[in-house]
């Protein structure tokens, strides 16, 4: 059993994977405040809870855009198993082919996300990743990661709006039935819930149409997985965890060496 910990801009994945199968996972919120003793505490927690037996966990791998937050997870890893964690870097094997100017510079949480993809629902897919930001990652029949599209994500916008427009209600992003809204609420409503779909639809067909392949799986990860799901009929699968279990196959394939 390992530890896969996809820490984000806003939330922190964590779940416990065995043979590639997520055993249990949980979110907390990403908090550069909490020290390594904190983050370890609701870890143990959770497997309390959960009947997880953290004597069987054998490592640790961790994708993370948050580098502050590193070398908390790193001590953590070895308070909990004495040892290192593995962190998704430049060099690590994946499986992955990334066709881009900078491979560097491609976040290791859409490697994680990639790898998991090309494992669990083959070539060629573009994987959407619902987070603080929308997440586009194309991947070729050939295992190439070609690119990424990265849009706003649905309720970033929504705060960043209502934070820079005081007079501006907060408001649950539901189907308003009609795109010219009578009032201020159903305005958001229909500018954000058709706006997303819309952005979301285009961008699908724009890559569709550059990777020139046949038969492309769409598939839906993140935290609002399951509201584009409900409302995008392009999307052909969802897996919330996808990173966490992406996690888990590079660990596979790097663990020998270590």
Do not use: W
């Not at 416990?16 to 020290?35: E, H, P, V």
């Not at 082919?97 to 490697?111: M, Q, R, T």
């Not at 050939?142 to 408001?171: C, Q, Y």
Request: hydrophobic share 40%.
């Amino acid at each position: 059993m390992i530890l896969a910990v996809d820490v984000g801009n806003t939330n922190i994945k964590i779940g416990f994977t065995k043979d590639n199968t997520i055993l249990q996972a949980f979110n907390i919120a990403t908090d550069s405040g909490k020290t390594s003793d904190e983050y370890l505490l609701l870890i143990e927690l959770f497997a309390k809870k959960a009947k997880i037996n953290l004597e069987e966990l054998e490592g640790i791998i961790i994708c993370s855009v948050v580098p502050s937050l590193d070398p908390i997870f790193e001590t953590l890893s070895k308070r909990l198993l004495g040892k290192n964690p593995i962190f998704v870097e430049p060099g690590i094997k994946t499986g992955l082919v990334i066709n881009a100017e900078n491979p560097k510079e491609v976040g290791s949480d859409i490697v994680s996300i990639a790898a998991g993809a090309i494992y669990f629902y083959g070539t060629p897919s573009i994987t959407i990743s619902f987070g603080t930001a929308t997440v586009f990652i194309p991947i070729s029949r050939n295992n190439t990661l070609l690119g990424v599209s990265i849009a706003p994500g649905l309720i970033s916008s929504t705060e960043a709006l209502i934070k820079k427009a005081s007079k501006l209600p907060r408001f649950n992003i539901k189907d308003p039935n009609t795109f010219i809204g009578k009032n201020t609420i159903t305005s958001l409503q229909a500018g954000f819930y058709y706006g997303f779909q819309g952005l979301t639809r285009n961008i699908i067909e724009g890559m569709k149409k550059e990777m020139k392949e046949k038969k492309i799986k769409i598939i839906a990860t993140g935290g609002l997985s399951e509201f584009a799901v409900n409302t995008i009929k392009e999307i052909d699968a969802i897996d919330p965890y996808l990173s966490l279990k992406g996690l888990s196959v590079i660990y596979d394939k790097n663990v020998k060496n270590r």
